[in-house]
């Protein structure tokens, strides 16, 4: 059996893709919640450059940033292939994985948004990013962006959107509008419904009081 260890924050976007992979693989691995507020001198050992999660930690060895984590666990562990076998097919998906680390910073931006004008020029630059998706990879009409299966773009982008739809709740706006990205919507839902997926999908009510108490601290202490 593999010895595997995860080190992150369970309500994290970046602790999900490798959780994700994990469970997609099979694989069994041990589970260490990691306090953003006090970190474990584990994890600042394993990550000395940035000290985040996620971590895995395989055999005693370290590997951060998520998707370096589950491109090393698809190549390791060849069931349920995340990313394509095809040359192509594998440059395409690699590049649509740089375009979700290109959008993330979009979520921090929107969570810290104030004022009503702040929160709009977030929410339009956030569109955009759906507009591209929706027009460049979802216009086929596919199930998933892997097709009929589950790849590393869907792992990379589904973490994200999950974070988005939580959003929704704490920014009172709507984002992931289905009558302006019909496409998007239904692959999310077809995302988060997908056997594997859903029964790791982070608990909606857990996710909004763990991301408003993050807020409020954040709020008293500045």
Known sequence: MADLKLHGFWYSPFTMRVAWTLKLKGLSYENIEEDRYNKSPQLLEYNPVHKKIPVLVHGGKPICESMVIVEYIDELWPQNPLLPR?????????????????????????????????????????????????????????????????????????SLFAFFVTIEDIKQVKILVAEKFPLLHLWFDNFKNAPIIKENFPDKEKMLATIKYILERKLASS
């Not at 375009?99 to 955009?128: C, F, G, I």
């Open 86 to 158: 095809d040359p192509y097919q594998r440059a395409q998906a690699k590049f649509w994985v740089a375009y979700a680390e290109q959008m993330a910073p979009v979520r921090p931006a929107l969570l810290h948004s104030t004022s009503a004008e702040e929160k709009k020029k977030v929410v339009e630059k956030t569109w955009e990013h759906f507009k591209v998706l929706e027009d460049h990879c979802l216009a086929d009409k596919r199930k998933f962006f892997g097709g009929d299966k589950l790849n590393i773009v869907d792992i990379a982008f589904g």
